[in-house]
């Protein structure tokens, strides 16, 4: 028994000499995985749970060479940790004082005092609650080290006074609802185009009858003055006896018998041209300022009719 008795005391002695430094490296080990997950979650952008951690691994229980590592970025964190100060109205323009701000779903504060808000960097959804009010939701771009950034926020609105309607004479005539004509109607009435096609297809027609009629006189005078040519050689154009006149009569006769040639061809053109036109007039065609103008043109050797207009 007496063995036994100092077996056990030495037992005793050995335990409470062992608890202390079971404890001591039990709170080391804290504090040094506080300080790694501080620096994770600072990392990650999560400054407030990162500030938890770096204050739980400041302690002076912590030993010195983490614990002064922790200060030193808790430091750091404090600099960088953006905050805000949110100012609620009511419609009315009132401050609000009671109201529920969260961020991302994570309560903030249930009461305004004024003070700016610690929040993470990042863009988040900010979500704000007034009794009787529908929640005012709000998506903030949080940069970091952005120190007391003001927000005002509008929850509720002024309820516009009723306007009473407007007293109806019974006797009044019901306002008429007519509608007016498009500007493309007003610029294109119907058939319009249609018209003008076929008044462009007249006048090219028309210049064609007269190129045609050009052609016939020309052509009569290139006769007349070949016949001058044949008399002025005495009906014999190889021995001429009056060479100057005949040579003058048979160029006379050369050139408008060219200009017949070419207003018969221009005028069967035109003509042809013309009828085109008339016939196959759309109403589709688009309205325009339309002009048209006919030149005869004439030289030595040629001669004709000059078409010019805007379509």
């Not at 005539?173 to 493309?184: D, G, I, S």
Request: hydrophobic share 45%.
């Amino acid at each position: 028994m007496r063995h036994l008795a100092r077996a056990l005391a030495m037992a005793v002695a050995v335990w409470l000499a062992a608890a202390p430094s079971a404890q001591a490296d039990t709170t080391k080990d804290q504090c040094v995985d506080a300080n790694a997950k501080g620096q994770d979650l600072r990392h990650d952008g999560k400054l407030i749970i990162a500030r938890a951690a770096f204050v739980s691994c400041s302690n002076v229980k912590c030993p010195a060479i983490v614990r002064d590592d922790c200060i030193r970025r808790l430091d750091e964190l404090d600099r960088a940790q953006p905050s805000v100060v949110f100012q609620v109205k009511d419609g009315a323009g009132a401050d609000v004082i009671d109201v529920r701000i969260s961020m991302d779903g994570t309560l903030l504060t249930e009461h305004l005092n004024g003070t700016p808000l610690k929040v993470d960097p990042g863009v988040h959804v900010f979500s704000f609650e007034v009794a009787g009010q529908p929640a005012v939701y709000s998506n903030l771009l949080i940069r970091e080290g952005e120190a007391g950034r003001h927000e005002s926020v509008v929850v509720g609105g002024a309820a516009a006074p009723p306007v009473p309607p407007a007293p109806v004479s019974p006797t009044a005539t019901p306002p008429r609802h007519e509608t007016l004509p498009t500007q493309t109607d007003a610029a294109a009435p119907r058939g319009q185009g249609k018209g003008t096609q076929r008044t462009v297809g007249l006048v090219v027609g028309g210049a064609g009858v007269v190129a045609i009629g050009l052609g016939a006189i020309f052509g009569l005078l290139a006769s007349s003055a070949w016949s001058d040519a044949k008399s002025a050689c005495g009906g014999n154009a190889a021995a001429c006896a009056d060479v100057a006149n005949g040579s003058a009569h048979h160029d006379t006769a050369v050139t408008n018998g060219t200009i017949s040639t070419v207003s018969f061809i221009a005028g069967g053109a035109l003509l042809a041209g013309g009828a085109v036109l008339f016939f196959s007039a759309r109403r589709t065609e688009p309205s325009a300022s339309k002009s048209i103008s006919i030149v005869p043109t004439a030289g030595y050797g040629h001669g004709g009719l000059a078409l010019t207009g805007a379509f």
